[in-house]
């Protein structure tokens, strides 16, 4: 059972705003940022890891013309994209989606956290992570 696959199949309602062949777009239930919008694939994927390239490709495209629209449309003055990959990494429900939250001067919050240093250096990190 997937609750934005119910979404999908109109088992359960949602505030749609954007719909297309492969994508859906609908307001976050938690109303908390203005205009805090999920986008989706209609394709159940649990998140970017396992996602086959096309559809995140769709998925991409919708995430842009929405920000786009709520820039040069909707009075947002910029948005951030989040996305969530895994229970570690905070992800709640396991159908890929990128939230949308519209920003407006002096909002008021931050999507980003602020972390303490790490450990290890830069250098150390570069040679444990590189990939090619
Ligand atoms: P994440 O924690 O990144 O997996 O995000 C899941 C998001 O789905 C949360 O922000 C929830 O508020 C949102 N959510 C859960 N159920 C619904 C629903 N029925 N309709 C709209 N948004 C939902
Ligand atoms: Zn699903």
Redesign the pocket.
Known sequence: MC?FCD?INKK?P?YKIYEDDNCLA?????NDANGHT?VIPKKHYENILDVEQETLNHVINCVKKIAKHYVDNCGAKGVNI???NGKDA????FHL?F?ILPRFENDGFSAFPKLDKNKQTLEELQNKLKLN
């Open positions: 609750i979404i359960i949602c609908f307001l976050d239930i938690s999920l989040l996305n969530a905070e992800q709640t429900v989606h939230h």
